[in-house]
């Protein structure tokens, strides 16, 4: 079972991801910031992180300067379509960005499952 980790400080956009991609036969874990993230990492593998870049106590940037594991596919979830701060995170190991507010649920569900299935 594929292990998802989503990263999303606000609590409404947060439960809805979790609603939307438990859907799928995921193992699935939620945190409220980097730290919590890291954190999780510590205990579990995770094959997809579906990341936030601003955020309290330890935004995506900082997550992605601390969080070390080449076989995680990290995935930018924001309201930036461009940004210094985005170009930061894909240089330092994600691999694209999703604009959240241009995304519906079915489209964040299809996107899971393409990075899931090319794994």
Do not use: H, W
């Not at 579906?50 to 924001?78: A, E």
């Not at 930036?80 to 489209?107: C, F, Q, W, Y």
Request: hydrophobic share 45%.
């Amino acid at each position: 079972m594929r292990k998802i980790l989503v990263v999303e400080d606000e609590d409404m956009l947060r439960e809805s991801y979790k609603m939307i991609i438990s859907t799928e036969p995921y193992d699935l874990d939620v945190a409220k910031n980097g730290q919590e993230a890291l954190d999780l990492c510590a205990l579990k593998d995770y094959d997809l992180i579906l990341l936030d870049l601003m955020m309290p106590v330890l935004d995506g940037v900082g997550f992605l300067k601390r969080f070390k594991n080449p076989n995680t596919k990290v995935i930018i979830l924001s309201n930036l379509s461009s940004s210094d701060t985005i170009e930061e995170a894909l240089k330092l190991g994600a691999e694209s960005n999703l604009v959240k507010a241009a995304m519906s649920p079915r489209e964040l569900l299809s996107r899971v499952r393409y990075e899931v299935t090319s794994l």
